[in-house]
């Protein structure tokens, strides 16, 4: 049986601030939403040009779904908070913040993304929830912060590594068998159990085929893109190269 979440109450409320924002032309956003969430909501809302996604910078993982008054408004209920740190006795880093956060019983979905760049932490958040983490949260680990906002929108990097892996097709559960090392007959069980993800949608069958440049996200083993095959092997098999998020 599949462990895919239910959504039911986030799409209707989705579809509530779509239906608010043409009835009163006004700009309305949902809260900050993980790449599974997204998927769903913009599956079941009408998407056309007063529809976008912004997580402060283009590349971001969590994102608001907005519901534009109009294609030329420039809305945005996002900012960006920084904290310079001083960490030559004391290394912190995603975790910590998470747990900071976490402990100031704030909900996952009032921030955005949020890392350590070199001497400085960047935390997207909304504008109603800014104030209070620039007025709360002054420790993260051993360490004293202090957050302000900024008017630049820097953009998180994210670190891959090109891989290469022995797959007996293109089947998702035989690519998904390659990366985790397991059985096909193990992969298969991971994918009902809903712990596969393509293209940030929960994988329902695993005989789907996988198409290049496609992002396989798979629990307890990490993210990838498919960037396909390079040549076959002796017995027959493939061999296949992936971007592996680091």
Known sequence: MTDQPDYTSLIAHAQDLQDKSRLWHRSLATAFLNEEEQ???????????C?????GYPEAQKKKVIFLSDEEDD??????????LDQRFRKI??????????????????????WVDENR????????????LIDHLFRIGQLSVSFHEIAERPAQVFRT????CVIASERLDAIVAGLTKSSRSEAKEMIRRGLVQVNHVTLEEPDELCNNNVTISIRGTGR?????TVRKTRNGRLAAEFLHYI
């Open 39 to 49: 998927a769903a909501v913009l599956k079941n809302v009408i998407c056309d040009s």
């Open 51 to 55: 529809v976008r996604l912004d997580g």
């Open 75 to 84: 809305f945005s209920d996002i900012v960006c908070l920084c904290a310079e």
């Open 93 to 114: 880093g995603h975790r910590d913040i998470l747990g900071a956060l976490m402990h100031l019983q704030i909900d996952r979905h009032s921030f955005g993304d949020f």
């Open 121 to 132: 932490i960047y935390l997207y958040t909304s504008p109603s929830m800014a104030g209070f």
């Open 161 to 164: 590594e090109q891989i290469s």
């Open 224 to 228: 990838f893109v498919y960037l396909g």
